[in-house]
């Protein structure tokens, strides 16, 4: 069964640091596309980065310049790192996976709108 699972969030003050991980299984993690969006129940939901099998990556402005994000294909695992947090970015944080198109590239990140996997989440709080 695919699986993804979220580790790394917290309580940071503004300004700081924080890197979210995401282990994955159950599935062939090189043949998938692999992202990080953001979500408040109730709210919409934000893509903030996407990396593509072959390790180039994508952000959303929101972020772009503080987040990399990063991954171990040996050991299927997905990172985050976040620098220069605010507090607007509070929010649950979730790893997700989502199959390429039919000639093997992966959509544009305003086009994640269905992934195929995705985790619980982990929380991260930003306080000023």
């Known amino acids: 069964q695919a699986q993804l699972r979220e580790s790394g969030g917290g309580s940071v003050q503004a300004g700081g640091s924080l890197t979210l991980s995401c282990a994955a299984s159950g599935f062939n993690y090189r043949d998938y596309c692999m992202g990080w969006f953001r979500q408040t129940p109730g709210k919409e939901r934000e893509v903030m980065a996407v990396i593509d099998r072959d390790g180039s990556a994508s952000y959303a402005e929101s972020v772009k310049g503080r987040f990399t994000i990063s991954q171990d294909n040996t050991k299927n695992i997905l990172y985050l790192q976040m620098n220069s947090l605010k507090p607007e970015d509070s929010n649950m944080y979730y790893c997700?996976?989502?199959?390429?198109?039919?000639?093997?590239?992966?959509?544009?990140?305003?086009?994640?709108?269905?992934?195929?996997?995705w985790g619980k989440g982990t929380l991260v709080t930003i306080s000023s």
């Open positions: 997700a996976a989502e199959k390429p198109a039919g000639d093997g590239t992966c959509p544009d990140l305003e086009y994640w709108y269905g992934m195929d996997y």
